[in-house]
């Protein structure tokens, strides 16, 4: 890995609170062009480490590096020239329009061209005549986004960036993500939503308890993941040979099982179409703590 | 909106609208008062019957005979201080713990502006704002004088407001000091109080109280003798001090916010 080619590079970052380690030793780094997600439950460090990555906080040890450039409380601006960030719960200037608000980002930014604002709001539609404190979540998250993408930056940071969207903005949304991967840009993003992680990125990263428990491509999350399936059928199923069973019990018009699957979903196919006296059958992502936890017991089996 | 100085006047301007107005008021209602205080003989009388220690709340008799000293000891050594304290307070704290609790400071964090450009930008708004204030005082003040047919040096009027301006930037950066350099609401709300409220009691009440005497140099409005200074004495050892307590309190809130947690 070549140094030019890294943008981003957290050495054996700690945060303590007091005698509470937000995270402790949190090490990663991210090339130029990756889609990394940072996957974790809630208070596992994720947005900490975000923080730290942009200097709101400082580290109590090790070091963040982005674009050759160590971050601090002191030295992070350096590097928000070329940085989109927006959170799920950022707190935008109230007293301005979303126009005003854009106007603002294009003057601290030195953007001229409106294109690419036109762009994203397109894609968006976001009221930008209201006053931001009178918009809904969901409308604020709109303009966050776009005022993160608007600068055409090299690297977007997103804390949990579409938990207030709209089914149909999540997918314009991961839309967006999927354009700025072709154009060459580095996304770092934290989101509890699985799918959207498997979906756009290439790389994901998790924490737990403030810790990096894994480090691996999407696709290998996708495995460890799984799928839930729920089945009813007139007749008594055994769930297939590889699955692991969650319930099995009689309801009204038959029999109900749950497993989750995490094999081939062709070999699901296979096993869905020999089914007797099939009624219903719904497949889901396996939750996301399962998810974990199923990552963390192999992680934690890896090292015993 | 293009810049920080213009978006925060923009944010604050309802609160720049309303306090403009309100100081632009005081300064008229209380020259208007002016013939009143002068003309009538029996307030001479009720001052003179006030125990000593409230004489200190209604001034010197001396000053009322005249309209410069009337409005130096009436208006600016008495009223002013008490709006200038809600101002400095609810300017400072609004701009500084009050946007970090908001999560707004964090957001303009994460634009490409350094920490110190953010403070010292936020600070400039503050001088801008107390200035507003000052002129719109004098204003209300000229306005009065037309109103009662009177007319006034406007040294006076310039010597009163630029030490009133210092005054108020020298308060209102305290409060936005500490506010910045700590992020505690609490610290900075309470230590904001007892700076103006205490500056106040102890400058009103020390000629009376003797104990009070040894403390009147903590008092911030010890600086500003507004009835001399109406007389045309400046002393430039009030100007100095109010000067270094501004200068020092910036460059610890500027070192301070460089390197803290935000929230």
Not at chain 1, 131 to 147: H, V
Not at chain 1, 229 to 249: D, G
């Amino acid at each position: 890995m070549s140094s030019n080619t890294q943008v981003v590079n957290v050495a054996h970052l700690t945060k303590h609170y007091k005698s509470f380690a937000a995270i402790d030793d949190v090490s990663f780094s991210i090339n130029k062009g990756e889609v990394v997600g940072f996957v974790g439950l809630n208070g596992a460090g994720k947005s900490t480490t975000i923080n730290i990555m942009l200097g709101f906080l400082h580290g109590t040890n090790g070091s963040v590096t982005i674009f050759d450039q160590m971050v601090t409380p002191q030295t992070a601006h350096k590097t928000h020239q070329k940085i989109g960030f927006a959170s799920g719960d950022m707190t935008l200037f109230s007293n301005l329009t979303g126009k005003q608000y854009f106007k603002f980002i294009a003057g601290r930014f030195g953007v001229h061209d409106n294109s690419r604002l036109k762009q994203l709001s397109d894609l968006f539609m976001p009221d930008v005549d209201k006053k931001i404190g009178d918009l809904s979540r969901g409308n604020k998250q709109k303009i966050a986004l776009i005022a993160a993408f608007m600068t055409s930056p090299e690297l977007v940071i997103l804390d949990e960036p579409s938990s207030g969207l709209d089914p149909l903005m999540q997918q314009n949304f991961i839309d967006l993500i999927r354009e700025e991967t072709t154009k060459g840009t580095t996304i770092f993003m934290s989101s509890h939503y699985l799918t959207e992680v498997i979906d756009v990125c290439s790389r994901v990263v998790l924490i737990r308890e403030g810790k990096i428990v894994k480090d691996i491509p999407a696709s290998e999350l996708v495995t460890d993941g799984g799928k839930k399936v729920r089945l009813v059928s007139k007749n008594i199923v055994a769930p297939p040979r590889t699955a692991e069973l969650i319930e099995k019990k009689e309801i009204e018009d038959g029999y109900e099982l749950l497993f989750v699957y995490k094999a081939k979903p062709t070999q699901l196919q296979q096993w869905l179409s020999g089914v007797v006296g099939l009624i219903d059958v719904s497949i889901t992502d396996h939750d996301l703590k399962a998810a974990f936890d199923d990552l963390y017991e192999l992680e934690t089996g890896e090292h015993a | 909106m293009h810049n920080l100085f213009l978006k925060t006047l923009y944010d604050k301007r309802s609160f720049i609208i309303g306090w403009v107005m309100g100081m632009a008021f005081i300064g008229y209602l209380m020259t208007i008062f002016f013939p009143a205080f002068h003309q009538d003989n029996g307030l001479d009388q009720l001052v003179k019957s006030l125990p000593p220690a409230f004489q200190g709340l209604v001034g010197s008799l001396d000053n009322l005979k005249h309209l410069s000293t009337y409005l130096g000891s009436q208006l600016f050594d008495i009223r002013i201080p008490i709006f200038l304290s809600v101002l400095t307070i609810l300017l400072a704290v609004g701009l500084s713990v009050s946007e970090e609790d908001k999560g707004q400071l964090r957001t303009l964090i994460a634009l490409p502006l350094s920490r110190t450009r953010i403070l010292l930008i936020k600070w400039i708004v503050i001088v801008f704002i107390c200035l507003l204030a000052t002129l719109a005082t004098i204003a209300g003040i000229e306005l009065g004088l037309l109103t009662i047919h009177e007319t006034l040096d406007i040294m006076v009027l310039v010597h009163l407001g630029g030490m009133m301006w210092l005054l108020a930037i020298a308060l209102a950066t305290t409060i936005f000091g500490i506010g910045m350099a700590t992020g505690k609401r609490g610290l900075t709300t309470g230590v904001g109080v007892v700076i103006t409220v205490g500056s106040f009691l102890v400058t009103t009440f020390a000629p009376s109280v003797d104990w009070l005497k040894d403390y009147e140099k903590l008092s911030f409005l010890h600086y500003f003798p507004a009835p001399d200074i109406a007389k045309g004495t400046i002393d430039p050892i009030n100007v100095i001090v109010y000067s270094v307590i501004t200068i020092t309190v910036l460059i610890i809130a500027i070192l301070s916010f460089r390197r803290r947690d935000v929230r």
